[in-house]
């Protein structure tokens, strides 16, 4: 499924990045946290890779 917006794309990487161990899972708050807590690194770099061309900056 990928990305509604620009928003959770970008929150869905930063998540990634964390699961992954690049970056701190200290630092993630918000949807981010919450991404990385309940979703898989599989389903994480599939919004992440979405493409943001057209994409509102908020889903809603």
Do not use: N
């Not at 794309?9 to 309940?38: V, Y």
């Amino acid at each position: 499924m990928p990305a509604k917006s620009k928003a959770q794309q970008k929150a869905a990487g930063a998540a990634l990045s964390a699961k992954r161990g690049d970056s701190p899972k200290s630092k993630l708050k918000g949807a981010s946290k919450q991404m990385a807590e309940s979703m898989s690194e599989k389903q994480l770099k599939e919004f992440a890779s979405t493409k943001r061309k057209g994409k509102p900056q908020r889903a809603g």
